[in-house]
């Protein structure tokens, strides 16, 4: 028997504490997401633009970043408040403003930026745009600001990898380089299309990818992906719904604005997605949307709960894996 007030009672008490202590400060580690996909909410006026968030305990890496207007407002914020300072890797899909101009609010904001991976595009398939779309005098600009800035600036090749964590990796599936062999593109054709892999996860980020290289892909298994991330904000010129019916997923997740998502702009994205009867969160509608990775579950979190242009709201979602697998 031991008596209370005891040096040995007092000794076992204080193992006991130090015991539970150690494991409340296991299970709140536990609880933290292995890495989290942020789909941040550049598309909450008229304009459209992506702005994907990718974060772990260690690293942080943006797939675009909206316009200049749109991330000053809602980007630069968003990664203030998470507490970041430093992005380790800058993706542009390809370049339309409404998807590398936020880099440049980031770094107005005083957010550090070391590596900026960008293509280049064919000046005649540049100027084809001109003076809606793409414009090299000011991707050149852009280039060199980064530059400034003490960025690297690198060309991202088709079979790049990048190691996010031991369990976890992103890569460049494919790159159009220039016109197909028997029609001309435009520069949304030639996005990067680059999947993140979590475990056995898939998560596609297929840039602004349109109907013509779209096609192309629409025969290539490597698309398959558990997440889709919308191309081209669900607008009419996206890729055709045999690239959807490819990359087969079972998530959508979409950075457009309310008004294209809702509208006739968006109806055949939105068709598709309802005929699939697919969960989908849309930036316009549901703002920010956050998507944690953990062991053994992940969780999507909207902003707003809305069922607004979808068969219903599906607002906070957690999606249970056996096995490291849904």
Known sequence: MILPGTSLAFSISKYRNVLLLTLLWLSGCASEPEATWHLVNVNASQLQGDANLIQTSNLVIMIDGGRYSEAEKSLVPYVTALGIKVIDHFFV?????????GLIALLDAGITVSNLHMRIPPRHICDREIPWGCDMKDIKS?????IDHGITVHHPEVGFRYEVTPKSKIEILYAQDDDLPSDTIDVNDLSLI???SIKNTTILFPGDLNKKVGAVLSNDPRMRSTFLKMPHHGATSLAPNEFFDQVNPDYVLVPGPKWVWCGERGARA???VEKKQLPVWVNGIDGHIKVDFFDDHIVVTP?????????????RTEIRLKNNEL
């Open 93 to 101: 899909s390809h370049p339309h403003r409404d998807h590398y101009e």
């Open 142 to 146: 852009f280039v060199q600001k980064a």
């Open 194 to 196: 680059m999947q993140w």
């Open 270 to 272: 939105r068709d598709w």
């Open 303 to 315: 902003e707003i709960r809305s069922e607004e242009c979808k068969l219903h709201a599906f607002g």
